[in-house]
């Protein structure tokens, strides 16, 4: 209305409206936080059950480069220690199970055991693996349950940033044998600019359809990651900061991120899926941006004192 009487009023009145959008998110999050509703395991579950079935194509395959790197830094089975051969290995995270089929094929005679919280998830990867054996919950919830020193190897591919990494670095020490290993790759905290740029305008500019408090786990920084690790007794052997591309197609990149596992979870926040005005306006500051489209992540390999 003000606009239509006052044109050169236009600008004060959207500086105005994104003030009101910002005090209406500021208030809404404040009721989530109060009612104790999270972005949290449920919602990320729910997120990978949905794209399991075409996880593999839609985004393993892209990140499967440095995944694959991350794997070349276990030993040969001819380097490892002769007691650790017949030990025990756990994945976190394991999802459809590519590098759980990776171990089971390196270490023949080892106890391998995948976790995840995604049970269409687990069910690919029973499809791939034949000898593990896999649980079903909440990384840091599993590790709590589990004896000291039980394990020799932990590895983890792309999912401890979903956890609280902190306490999961910490529960892996615990229950790592001496001279047990650490190795894994997460994003960090800066992950994905273009998309978590376009999500936090997103997230402005329709306070009313937010329907959780969200408080990102992702680790910050590499530094804070190598902290993290030798306050919890690791030797750090090796730590690698990196960006690799994620070039979404040149059109539907939103139903396209859906199904890669990039919005897992926080899709549960805002209804990117089901509601076409949030998913023009989310594509369109996608593609207004211009911010790289890049995982920014860190690699590193702890190993227990
Ligand atoms: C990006 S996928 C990575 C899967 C696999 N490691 C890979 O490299 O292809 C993240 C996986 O972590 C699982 N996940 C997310 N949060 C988790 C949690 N807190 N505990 C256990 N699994 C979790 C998801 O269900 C999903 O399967």
Redesign the pocket.
Known sequence: MLHRLRPDLKPAATTMGKLFNCLKLNWRMLSHVLRGRWLG?AD??QG?DRLAGE?NTN??DR?RPV?DRMLELLPEVDQFPEERLRGKIL??????G??TAFLEKRYPAMEITG????QR?LREARKLCRRSRFLH????A?LREMPEMEYDWII????MG??CSTRVIRECGRVLKPEGKLLFVVNLRDTLPAVFYAYRRTLAQFPHRVTKALHPEFPVSAAELEKTLRRNDFAVEFLEEGAVSARPPESGQLAWLLKT?IL?GFDQVLPLADDPETAAFFEAELIRCKLPFEHHYVMALGRKK
């Open positions: 395991a990320y579950e990978y996880y985004w393993l990140l995944t994945d976190l995270g394991c999802g459809t590519y590098t976790v995840d919280l995604s998830m919950g909440e990384m840091a599993i983890s591919a792309w999912a979903y956890s596992g897992a």
